[in-house]
């Protein structure tokens, strides 16, 4: 089955915010949003694993990447 589609204009500077955040951690718009979506409503657990992995990986690169930094 498809998931639905969905259409929702959102404010420029929230839109700057959501473009840096893909640009920084390396998802999509809509696993970005998808993500943001369900931890608002609580339903975390309803993303798909594999997204959630992917996110988490992502995350943790981004921590390392930090921790060498500033070392």
């Known amino acids: 089955m498809q998931s639905p589609h969905i259409s929702v204009r959102i404010p420029p500077k929230l839109n700057e915010r959501l473009e840096s955040y893909i640009k920084d951690n390396g998802v999509s718009k809509t696993?970005?949003?998808?993500?943001?979506?369900?931890?608002?409503?609580?339903?975390?657990?309803?993303?798909?694993?594999?997204?959630?992995?992917?996110?988490?990986?992502?995350?943790?690169?981004?921590?390392?990447?930090?921790?060498?930094?500033?070392?």
Not at 48 to 60: A, C, K, N, T, Y
């Open 31 to 71: 696993e970005a949003i998808v993500t943001a979506i369900a931890r608002y409503l609580n339903c975390e657990s309803e993303v798909p694993v594999i997204q959630r992995i992917v996110e988490l990986e992502q995350r943790m690169a981004n921590l390392e990447t930090f921790v060498n930094y500033n070392h």
